[in-house]
């Protein structure tokens, strides 16, 4: 059903040029889900030769749904969630960040951990150092996974603890990448509130200003328009 509802969808876009793109991601916890929907249909863009996808910047459930992606493992996002349920359900947290990562463990190495360098960016906090962390070079699969848990780590919601590893936390919003003629940028929001910040203006990316009006998921796309 989804899938031809992706396809109906493309059949009617106009696109004649293969676009190399940026895409950013925010944060959105529950309406991961919408992450989810937003990936489907660039996946098939790019299976379809529409666009192709350089870089992701994420944070949070974003970090999650972009390792999927990248590694063309998107169709385990199903059975994460079940599981990201069930754990809130019983027990009112998501302290089993390392069960889920562990189903994604079969269908990543330390080879490819490597070829994600510069194309995988996820953001998250240094409470200790007061400051946010983009890391984009990965060593192997435990290091994605461990930068991953903290960029998720929401305080007394993953576990009953303030921080992960005493330190980090949720990386909030995402790295913005920087306008490019290379390149055109895609830019998915899925915010609950408005105490984050849009980067988008006229389809456009901007720097950080304003604040969200309200919650919206929707795909910004930079046409190129001046």
């Known amino acids: 059903m989804i899938s031809d509802n992706i396809d109906s ?5 106009d696109i004649n040029n293969i676009e190399d793109v940026d895409l950013v991601m925010t944060s959105g916890a529950w309406n991961g889900s919408y992450l989810y ?6 996946k098939k863009l790019e299976e379809n030769n529409k666009m192709r996808i350089k870089r992701i910047s994420c944070c949070s459930i974003s970090s999650v749904l972009a390792l999927l992606y990248l590694i063309d493992k998107l169709d385990l996002y199903n059975k994460l969630y079940e599981k990201f349920v069930t754990c809130y359900k019983e027990r009112y947290h998501f302290e089993n960040i390392d069960e889920i990562l562990e189903i994604i463990r079969p269908y990543i190495n330390n080879d490819k951990c490597k070829l994600l360098t510069k194309r995988l960016y996820i953001s998250y906090f240094d409470v200790k150092e007061c400051r946010q962390i983009v890391v984009n070079k990965y060593k ?3 290091n994605i996974f461990d930068i991953i848990k903290k960029s998720c780590y929401l305080p007394y919601v993953t576990n009953k603890k303030i921080a992960y590893k005493k330190r980090y936390i949720d990386g909030i919003y995402p790295y ?4 490019s003629n290379n390149s055109k940028r895609i830019f998915i929001n899925v915010l609950i509130s408005n ?5 988008i203006d006229s389809f456009k990316f901007k720097t950080f200003k ?3 009006n309200k919650a919206k998921s929707q795909i910004y796309y930079d046409l190129g328009l001046e």
């Open 195 to 199: 105490k984050f910040y849009d980067t």
């Open 176 to 179: 913005i990448f920087r306008k």
């Open 37 to 42: 929907g937003s990936l489907l249909v660039i």
């Open 210 to 212: 304003g604040k969200l």
């Open 140 to 142: 192997n699969v435990d």
């Open 9 to 13: 969808y493309l059949n009617d876009m």
